[in-house]
């Protein structure tokens, strides 16, 4: 289905059909015009940029490349194509045909899941928007602003549906999505890693692997919902998506090789005196990015995940390609928990335990991205690797977030932790020095001391391309 792009705003759902939802998104658009202003990147708004516009649906040849004003991005509403026939895989609905209007018994639970994942997405934004005036090089630049114009999109693409299928209310919510700020005291956003700082670009590779990756859990879970328009919605949302996490993984591979190169040249494991991030510093960032994302998932054990899963709402990853009865009626699941001061796998109702579910295959996807990080490290030849630590350190959510976790899963005292948290994660001081290295280098081809040039360029271009115009 193609793209209208004669609109005001660019739809691929016969959004000029509807009237009275074209006007009340044409009501909308004004708002998040001056919220992009107001929270959008600071400065670069007149600059323009290199970046890839959706110009249909379909798996191959979407995306068009071309120099844009970022205020001037065509933001719009693209939903994959739709399945004909569409039944429901999974629940007590399975099936069923899937539903193009949300049942009224519904409501509730769908809209809050909507508006939980739509408050995600301004909510980056918002973390991001210092970033531009240190970005490492114009093809980082490029990256973090394509980043940030898709997950305004996307904001848009929970806007509408909330538009679309949940009347005033609907409109409400979308109108308090402009209305909360991260990091805000009066009025945050919803998820806590949503409110943390970005502060610096290694803090933004991380978040890219770590947090846009949950985003990715997330969005696969509901590209299986019931509700058509959401499943068809997410799915084209996923293939945006993976450019966030590109940027993450080459982007943390970069650092790392850039810190390996240092240090073969100087012949030492500290390479910050050479303008570079020694492995260790990366370890303790990547503790703390990963072990925020893992809260996201929620608790191990959860009656509003079985919920939404039994009423066909939120499936799990990959839901059609399991081999099970897909209502989970008398599953066990292993998780882990806390017993008596014990880290313990138990078995648990299969139905209770789906967000420790997704959280696994999270996890795995975390660790094939770190085993890449190895390899580079390990061609280096260098000894030293990285690695994800133990699911329970860190953690503000779940059962571990009631004791103290090592990296390596040991329980420990508060007083232990006092004494050792700063060899696990990193301290204002680390975080000072990393911030020192964000020197702005914005000529084309140039590179920031601390990160390696990236294998290719974007879009086949070459790796000095003028990304940005400034
Ligand atoms: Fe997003
Ligand atoms: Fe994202």
Redesign the pocket.
């Known amino acids: 289905m193609a793209i209208d792009y004669a609109e005001r705003i660019p739809n691929n759902v016969n959004l000029s059909e509807n009237r009275r939802l074209q006007r009340a998104l044409e009501q909308w658009q004004p708002g998040f015009q001056s919220w992009w202003g107001e929270m959008g990147p600071a400065g670069f708004q007149d600059k323009e940029v290199y970046l890839r516009t959706a110009t249909s649906v379909d798996a191959q040849g979407w995306a068009t490349f071309g120099y844009v004003k970022m205020p001037e991005y065509r933001w719009g509403i693209f939903l994959a194509e739709a399945e004909r026939d569409r039944k429901i895989a999974f629940g007590e609905h399975r099936g069923e045909p899937a539903w193009q209007e949300v049942p009224g018994e519904y409501r509730g639970a769908l809209r809050r899941l909507i508006v939980t994942q739509g408050d995600t997405?301004p909510a980056s934004v918002e973390q991001q928007r210092h970033l531009g005036s240190t970005c490492p090089s114009l093809y980082d630049l490029r990256n973090l602003f394509q980043v940030n114009v898709?997950?305004a999109r996307?904001l848009w693409a929970m806007v509408y549906l909330l538009h679309a299928h949940f009347g005033r209310d609907g409109r409400e919510e979308a109108e308090a999505l402009l209305q909360r700020r991260s990091g805000s005291a009066d009025n945050p956003r919803i998820l806590g890693a949503f409110n943390e700082q970005t502060p610096d670009w290694l803090s933004f590779l991380m978040f890219t692997f770590f947090t846009d990756r949950d985003?990715k859990y997330q969005l696969a879970s509901l590209a299986e919902s019931a509700f058509d328009p959401l499943a068809r919605t997410c799915r084209f949302?996923l293939t945006e998506?993976a450019h966030h996490m590109f940027v993450g993984e080459t982007g943390i591979g970069r650092v790392v090789q850039r810190s390996c190169e240092l240090m073969k040249q100087h012949d030492t494991d500290e390479v910050g005196r050479f303008g570079g991030i020694d492995l260790k510093l990366v370890q303790k960032y990547l503790n703390f990015h990963y072990s925020v994302s893992l809260d996201l998932f929620g608790a191990e054990l959860s009656t509003n995940a079985a919920n939404y899963f039994s009423m066909g709402l939120k499936g799990r990853f990959s839901e059609e390609s399991r081999e099970d009865d897909h209502q989970l009626k008398h599953a066990l699941y292993t998780i882990t928990q806390v017993n008596d001061q014990r880290i313990v796998q138990r078995e648990q109702p299969a139905l209770l335990a789906l967000n420790e579910t997704l959280r696994d295959a999270y996890i795995a996807d975390c660790a094939r991205g770190v085993a890449r990080w190895n390899k580079v490290i390990h061609s280096a030849g260098i000894d030293f690797e990285l690695r994800l630590p133990h699911r329970g350190f860190h953690r503000a959510i779940g059962g571990c977030a009631a004791v103290k976790v090592t990296p390596d899963g040991r329980i420990i005292t508060e007083a232990e932790w006092d004494a050792h948290h700063a060899q696990w994660l990193p301290t204002a001081e680390e975080r000072k020095f990393v911030g020192s290295l964000m020197k702005p280098v914005t000529a084309p081809g140039q590179f920031a001391g601390w990160i390696a040039p990236p294998a290719r360029g974007i879009n086949h271009q070459a790796i000095d391309f003028e990304y940005v115009r400034l």
């Open positions: 997405e898709e997950e996307h985003g949302m998506e």
